[in-house]
């Protein structure tokens, strides 16, 4: 008998499943609302044109070699990344208290960051958000978290931050639990604390002695401005705490299958700095050993060349501000068709996503009916609409809203 024979099918990842069925869908009208990633009007990948002319100078670049990266990566992206999620007048930064290491996009942070609080620090208790990204319980239960819970996040009913709830959560966190927060643009459901939110959750992390994991994938992909989307984590950093941050640039440079990510470490104790950087390079070491260049370096090219950089926040904004009219398109087209429930969350949510409200009933009518493809949780990727497609999509949520058994 084979010794792979007692494993069974695994469930499918639901977001490409259904991106799959989008594709093999033959039908002529059909919308693709499933898989994270920007999308032009025209529902096109976009590369930004300041990531096509870095790319063309590396390509034009006769001292580049293809030699491996130091174990904790190439140290001009590494130090652009960490100054560009906390400040290039963070205090962490002047007093040496505060260094990235580049990993494999948001997820390959996530887990050498995961490993290494568990494994050195013995660190087993990890709360996420409900609902969260749907890999973090993944992640951090492979890398041998024990206890994964979950805090309030999403108030259903009134379609925001359930902050009394959240705050209620953390209050019975064990000490040293680790608390996973979203940066900016919440994944799934697109609803950020707000700044007097994010003091009182900070508040009590630092009373209970609860350890903050920060996960930032959209950093000036979500409003246009990357000081503004790193205002929470440079808030827990001001008032002295102790933090990993995983870092993707998939979104913000449309990076996605480079797989540029840095994990930043900061700690209150410069002397701590060596002792940690040695015991992430064994974890390194033993996962991919040394990260790829190619996109480390389109990343470091621009965030240091004060032109290019100029003209990532210019393609940041363009992509924000497309999100910001679907979205603003999308509640106009609702509330024209008098579809039943409140439709301001459309507008108030930031980012990519938008967590509709619709139950999974209606998520499947629509997918059956209109072949509008989505999340089963009702996540839609906003990019994923634009002016030919957003009308014909509200009324097929309308339709699902009027027709199908509602929990709104």
Known sequence: MSVFGSLVEAAPIEVFFMNKKYLDEPASQKVNLTIGAYRTEEGKNWVLPVVHQAEVNLANDATLDHEYLPVLGLEKFTRAAVELVLGSDSVALKDGRAFGVQCLSGTGSLRAGAEFLNRLLNMDTVYVSQPTWGNHKLVFGNANFKNIKSYRYWDAKNRRVDI???????????????????????????????????????????????FTFFDIAYQGFASGDPDAD????????????????????????????????????????????VPVKSQIS???????????????????????TPEYRKQWFEAIQIMSSRIK?????????????????????????????????????????????HKVFLLSDGRINVCGLNTKNVEYVAKAIDDAVRNVQSHL
């Open 164 to 210: 009394d709830g959240l705050c209620e959560d953390l209050e019975q966190a064990p000490e040293r639990s680790v608390i996973v927060l979203h940066g900016c643009a919440h994944n799934p459901t697109g609803m950020d604390p707000t700044q007097e939110q994010w003091k009182r959750i900070c508040e009590v992390v630092k009373r209970k002695n609860l």
């Open 282 to 304: 064994l974890i390194i070491r033993a996962n991919w050993s040394n990260p790829p260049a190619h996109g480390a370096r389109v990343v470091a090219m621009v965030l240091t």
């Open 325 to 369: 009219e679907m979205r603003s398109a999308l509640r106009g087209h609702l509330e024209a068709l008098g579809t039943p429930g409140t439709w301001e969350h459309v507008t108030q949510q930031i980012g990519m996503f938008s967590f509709t409200g619709l139950n999974q009933q209606q998520v499947e009518h629509l997918i059956k009916v």
């Open 230 to 273: 790193a205002w929470a984590v440079r808030y827990f950093v001001e008032q002295g705490l102790e933090m990993v941050v995983a870092q993707s640039f998939a979104k913000n440079f449309g990076l996605y299958n480079e797989r540029v990510g840095n994990l930043t470490f900061v700690v209150s104790d410069q002397s701590t700095v």
